[in-house]
């Protein structure tokens, strides 16, 4: 156990913290130090998304010794130039998710994306494209309103599968499953 001095000007206090070392948990869950935290510690590399933050554990200051982890999550932020090859490509049904940073409702239903994308990842991919970042995805299909959903599949849009602006997660449950049962992957 690692163990930190504190000092005042009377006093001397011993603290104790326990070793920083990573939890098993949920994709969006992380232990670090003696505290959960909900912070991105993500970047995005490719088309997935990693944990880039590495864990230290060492009982003094000269030890080097330190626990890398990856961690994939449920939504992957993809680009213009990854789009054919990820979407286009997959052997499953992908759910695109066009968002933007400044977008209120793209923040509001993320939380229902991410719970939808770990609950069907079996049965389908979810990814997620900046509005501002892709504007020839924008313009190729013709997304007007956000956050916009298309469901892809066999490298096709989904007829009728589009939807545009915020939505709950029991009604983004209904829509996913009436679109799985469609293409009849349910």
Same mark, same amino acid.
């Given at each position: 156990m690692e163990m930190l001095? /504190?000092?005042? %000007? /009377?006093?001397?206090a011993?603290?104790?913290?326990? @070793?920083?070392l990573?939890?098993r ?6 232990y !670090?130090?003696?505290? =959960?935290?909900?912070?991105?510690? =993500? +970047?995005?590399h +490719?088309?997935e998304?990693k944990l880039? #933050?590495s864990f230290?554990?060492? %009982?003094s200051?000269? %030890?080097?010794? %330190?626990v890398?982890?990856q961690i994939?999550? +449920?939504?992957?932020?993809?680009? &213009?130039?990854q789009f054919?090859e990820?979407?286009?490509?997959c052997d499953r049904?992908?759910?695109v998710e ?8 793209c923040?509001? !239903?993320a939380p229902a ?6 609950e *069907?990842e079996?049965?389908?991919?979810v990814?997620?494209?900046? #509005?501002?970042?892709? @504007?020839k995805?924008i313009?190729? *299909?013709k997304?007007?309103g956000l956050?916009?959903l298309?469901l =892809?599949k066999?490298?096709? &849009?989904?007829p009728e599968?589009?939807r &545009? +602006?915020?939505?709950t997660k029991?009604k983004?449950?209904? *829509?996913i499953?009436?679109l799985l049962?469609?293409?009849s992957i349910?």
């Amino acid at each position: 156990m690692e163990m930190l001095m /504190a000092s005042s %000007s /009377a006093t001397a206090a011993t603290l104790y913290r326990p @070793p920083v070392l990573p939890l098993r948990s949920s994709n969006s869950l992380f232990y !670090i130090g003696s505290a =959960f935290t909900r912070k991105p510690l =993500f +970047g995005n590399h +490719g088309a997935e998304r990693k944990l880039i #933050h590495s864990f230290r554990n060492s %009982s003094s200051p000269s %030890s080097s010794s %330190s626990v890398k982890v990856q961690i994939k999550c +449920g939504v992957t932020e993809i680009n &213009e130039s990854q789009f054919s090859e990820v979407v286009l490509k997959c052997d499953r049904p992908v759910l695109v998710e066009f968002i933007a940073g400044w977008c209120g409702p793209c923040r509001l !239903i993320a939380p229902a994306i991410e719970s939808i994308a770990q609950e *069907y990842e079996e049965k389908l991919l979810v990814v997620k494209i900046d #509005h501002d970042s892709n @504007p020839k995805l924008i313009q190729e *299909y013709k997304v007007y309103g956000l956050p916009a959903l298309i469901l =892809f599949k066999d490298g096709q &849009e989904i007829p009728e599968s589009r939807r &545009e +602006g915020a939505i709950t997660k029991a009604k983004l449950k209904e *829509y996913i499953d009436a679109l799985l049962k469609s293409v009849s992957i349910a």
